[in-house]
């Protein structure tokens, strides 16, 4: 198994990948793996897809919905009614009535949606082994993500993962304007491990994902498991995109 199966490259699909660039890319990722003594890890992406059953552009319609019924649905323009994160709404809506208790009904509603999904969440192929492999050789773990840490915390102790991140689990909180892009769950992740960010890896399905990295010092590594997310990554600046997690998985177990 090479990496070269799985690297998402940022040129056109009809136009052939020179065999060394392809060489020296794969080469760049397995180091970038190897290097890295700290892991960070988004949620809903590279570990699991949260909202498997109900899709998260229902959870984001029923938000505008709920909005339109307080009689807020001005807020959003029509392109952010369509958006289909749920974090979007929540955001906004916390911009424009900062600190009020409809925010905090918000976010209430968006956490109890999390808890009632990790039930019904697909985990991502190869996440599980990969985050026990990484553990088994010493790097340590945690995830950064937007989704409330209970929902996290809940879903890799159902996984029997728990003890591979020893509670390094960093999430929403209630001051809505430290999601990322804001780096404030990687700085806190950082922190508590008593990490260098260059010896650590962010592994993001997001560009939130990758400007918060970038703001920490934190080197990325995107995960797209479509061509959307694809596109959006490397028009964002990500250097590194892969489609699964298998080859990172074959690189940690074909370490010196």
Same mark, same amino acid.
């Given at each position: 198994?090479?990496?070269? @199966? ?8 009809? #136009? ?20 890295? %003594? ?19 552009? !229902? *959870? ?14 001005? *807020? ?8 289909? !994160?749920?974090?979007? =709404? ?6 424009? @009535?900062?600190?009020? !208790? +409809? ?28 985050? @026990? ?10 995830? =950064? ?6 929902? $996290? ?5 159902? %996984? ?11 999430? @929403? ?8 892009? #804001? ?17 650590? +890896?962010? *592994? ?20 797209? /498991? ?7 990554? /490397?028009? $964002?600046?990500?250097? #590194?995109?892969? !489609?699964?997690?298998?080859? +990172?998985?074959?690189?940690? %177990?074909? %370490?010196?």
């Amino acid at each position: 198994m090479t990496w070269r @199966r799985h690297l998402v490259h940022a040129v056109p699909t009809q #136009h052939t990948v020179p065999v060394a660039d392809a060489v020296a890319e794969e080469t760049e990722l397995a180091e970038l793996v190897r290097g890295a %003594r700290y892991v960070l890890l988004d949620f809903d992406g590279p570990i699991c897809r949260l909202f498997a059953v109900r899709r998260a552009q !229902d *959870i984001a319609r029923a938000q505008v919905e709920w909005l339109d019924r307080q009689g807020l649905g001005s *807020i959003l323009s029509e392109t952010e009614r369509e958006d289909p !994160d749920p974090h979007t =709404t929540l955001r906004l809506l916390a911009e424009q @009535r900062r600190g009020s !208790d +409809l925010v905090v009904e918000m976010e209430k509603r968006l956490t109890a949606e999390e808890l009632g999904a990790v039930g019904t969440a697909w985990p991502t192929p190869y996440a599980d082994p990969l985050i @026990r492999t990484w553990s088994a050789v010493g790097v340590r773990l945690a995830i =950064t993500t937007n989704n409330a840490p209970e929902a $996290a915390g809940r879903y890799v102790e159902n %996984r029997g993962l728990s003890d591979c991140f020893h509670r390094h689990i960093y999430g @929403r909180t209630q001051d809505l304007e430290l999601l990322k892009p #804001h780096p404030h769950c990687l700085h806190r992740a950082l922190n508590a491990m008593g990490a260098d960010p260059a010896a650590a +890896l962010m *592994i993001g399905d997001a560009t939130t994902d990758l400007v918060a990295a970038e703001a920490a010092g934190v080197p990325f590594l995107g995960y797209a /498991r479509s061509e959307h997310k694809e596109a959006a990554l /490397r028009s $964002a600046g990500a250097k #590194h995109v892969i !489609d699964s997690l298998e080859p +990172l998985l074959t690189v940690l %177990r074909t %370490r010196p």
